[in-house]
């Protein structure tokens, strides 16, 4: 047998299958295998399936390509979608609960308003000075003197320094401890559970008369007695 | 059967290359290779979109969110210290210099140097007796109008423990608890009982202050 495709042997066609006439549809020859019952009649004029290519596996077509294509799309599409909108949501959500608000390159109290503070205090009966970055707030009631220093970034707070002095033989009074207490509390203003904290804390070591230092949230909370008349408290965020 | 070759004239030989008869070809088929491009590309640009998505959700959701909070601080809890603390509450320098010191016992009063007192200056009275006692005892009142008296603190030579002395702690307790009437007798008493110690007590909003050196008792607002 020769081997197939050699130019030396064309190919022959099957048994009983005759030379197509050239240029014209192959009429039904007399003599075709007759079509399996059901199957519908090929209509005339259709060209017959590509011989060599199983069904089915057709590369591609331009259209079959589209929709494939469409579908990456949608599909990138709807990750974008919900990984932004999950992302929006959780980092906002962490955002809007944050303890801290930058400020410049410091941490602020968030969206406490340094003037909202001046003007309260102000209003309470002290005398407050600004100079530059510096809000500070003085009274004086008998033996004692209590001084508020707000160190203001962008109209927030970023630091608060406290001083009661007092007169020789004057322990700290409870008005004198509200008053640290009231500053402490200012961060979680919001939050009446941590507030108490650190109003416990703050009663804590004015009773231990210790210097203390402790970070609570997004601040550094320093309470020392740098002289036997004094106390001095500072409330500041941590560095971003 | 046999297979169609290529059409006559073609010189392959009628193997795809490099795949000797008998192997299976090295090429996949046309149709998994398709579907691996497609599935490789579609998961490709869902992780593009995915860092995308997030990088850009997450930098917005941070950036464009305020925190809570409210813009005002919390309300002041009552004994938070009050401007009007600074003063004794009630007394007024006619109270002390006329009622008291002028009118009861012909004490005499002349202003002095004022003080400065968180960046405002306070008046300051000075009253003595008159004739030969005049350097045994004086009171000061400091005062920033009538009805704003922040101190009045009284100075006895006499000697500590000395009857005169005794006499003008108890009588100034007395005078600065006049708008505290339930409290004048305990204030008065105590003055009289502790004017020779440094101690100090806290009767109603006032601070009484006793002191050696010199020999004083002084009235001012507690806190």
Request: net charge negative; glycine share 10%.
């Amino acid at each position: 047998m020769s081997e197939p495709g050699h130019p030396a042997n064309p190919p022959t066609p099957p048994a009983g299958w005759p030379p197509p006439p050239p240029g014209g549809v192959p009429p039904q020859p007399a003599g075709f295998p007759a079509q399996p019952a059901g199957f519908p009649p090929q209509p005339a004029g259709f060209p017959p399936p590509p011989v060599g290519f199983p069904p089915g596996s057709a590369p591609a077509s331009a259209s079959g390509g589209g929709k494939r294509w469409l579908v990456t799309v949608a599909v990138a599409v709807v990750v974008l979608l919900a990984a932004g909108i999950t992302s929006y949501v959780v980092s906002s959500s962490y955002a809007r609960t944050a303890v801290s608000q930058s400020c410049d390159i410091y941490k602020c109290i968030p969206r406490l308003k340094a003037e909202s503070v001046v003007t309260a205090l102000k209003d309470r009966g002290y005398t407050c000075t600004t100079d530059a970055n510096h809000e500070t707030c003085e009274l004086q009631i008998g033996a004692f003197y209590f001084d508020a220093s707000l160190q203001v970034s962008e109209g927030l707070i970023t630091r608060i320094n406290l001083r009661v002095y007092r007169e020789a033989s004057a322990p700290l009074t409870p008005g004198s401890v509200a008053f640290l207490k009231w500053f402490g509390a200012l961060p979680y203003r919001d939050d009446p559970v941590l507030a108490a904290e650190i109003e416990a804390w703050v009663d804590q070591q004015v009773e231990a008369t210790k210097d203390a230092k402790a970070v609570i949230g997004d601040y550094e909370y320093s309470l020392t007695n740098p002289e036997p008349h004094s106390v001095l408290f500072e409330i500041k965020g941590t560095y971003s | 059967m046999t297979v169609p070759g290529p059409y006559p004239g073609h010189p392959a030989p009628g193997f795809p290359p490099h795949a000797p008869m008998g192997q299976p070809p090295v090429a996949r088929p046309p149709r998994e290779r398709g579907k691996a491009g497609f599935v490789l590309a579609t998961v490709g640009a869902a992780v593009v979109a995915l860092l995308c998505g997030g990088a850009v959700g997450g930098g917005a959701g941070f950036f464009t969110t305020e925190p809570e909070g409210s813009e005002t601080a919390q309300p002041f809890p009552d004994n938070f210290p009050h401007g009007d603390q600074q003063y004794l509450r009630g007394v007024t320098v006619k109270l002390v210099v006329d009622e008291w010191l002028k009118k009861a016992n012909d004490w005499e009063c002349e202003s002095r140097e004022p003080r400065e007192i968180n960046g405002r200056n306070a008046d300051v009275m000075w009253c003595n007796p008159p004739g030969d006692a005049s350097s045994d005892m004086h009171v000061t009142i400091v005062y920033e109008a009538d009805d704003k008296v922040r101190e009045v603190d009284a100075t006895c030579w006499e000697g500590v423990g000395a009857k005169p002395c005794e006499a003008l702690f108890s009588t100034m307790a007395d005078t600065v608890f006049v708008p505290q009437e339930s409290l004048r007798g305990k204030a008065a008493d105590w003055a009289a009982k502790n004017g020779g110690t440094e101690r100090f007590t806290v009767i109603g909003d006032i601070r009484l202050e006793a002191n050696l050196d010199p020999n004083g008792m002084r009235a001012i607002p507690a806190v």
